[in-house]
Each structure stands twice: as C-alpha cells, then as structure tokens.
C-alpha cells in the first residue's frame, strides 16, 4: 500500500484512476489489525485499485473528506468521485464486501 499525501490523491483522482484509500491515525489498534486484511485485498486485487493510505496525524486537513471521526476510514474512488465510504474495520469479509458492493462485482 502506498503512502500519499492529500496532494498525491487529489492528482491521482484528477486523472481518474480507481483508487482504494484509508485514513489511519498513529497509535489506533483498529487501524493496525486493517494492515493484513488491507494486503490481502491488495494482493488479490480484481478490481484493478491503486490502495493508498493517508496518516491523519500527518495531514489533519484529510479529515475534511470524511463525515466521521471513526477511524480507520476507507473511501473506494473512481471516476473522479467517492463511490463508497466505510467506516471502522469490521474484518476481512467486510472489507472485501464494502469494496465488491461498492464497485457493483460479484
């Protein structure tokens, strides 16, 4: 998973890439157990994502595009919107479920 800044994901949304992004926040165990279920997605990536992640203790200004203070966060972007949001880490099936759902795959 790649570590961006607000500024690399604003780019990479500019020119429409799909795009897997959580917002995490340094000492948030929810946010560490995400690691492998996160790099299992990754790693089986059918939909074709960039995954990235965003440190909110790094860039606080993140925290605009969410509409919680539940962290970790994850957006699933494509086409130059938030297609779908989830927040909390709610294991591995969920997550694979959120992403599925919110790309319309099986």
Known sequence: MEV???????????QGGKVFLKIWKKGCGACTLSIPAIER???????????A???SDDHPEIL???DSEVLPA???FAE????????GFKGL???QEFVNTT???P
């Open 4 to 14: 961006w800044t607000p500024d690399q994901l604003k780019s990479r949304l500019d």
């Open 41 to 51: 997605l990754e790693k089986n990536n059918i939909h074709g994502l960039t995954f």
């Open 53 to 55: 992640q965003i440190c």
């Open 64 to 66: 605009e595009i969410s």
């Open 74 to 76: 994850f957006y699933v």
């Open 80 to 87: 130059k919107k938030m297609l779908g949001k989830l927040f």
């Open 93 to 95: 099936a969920k997550l």
């Open 103 to 105: 790309l319309q795959s």
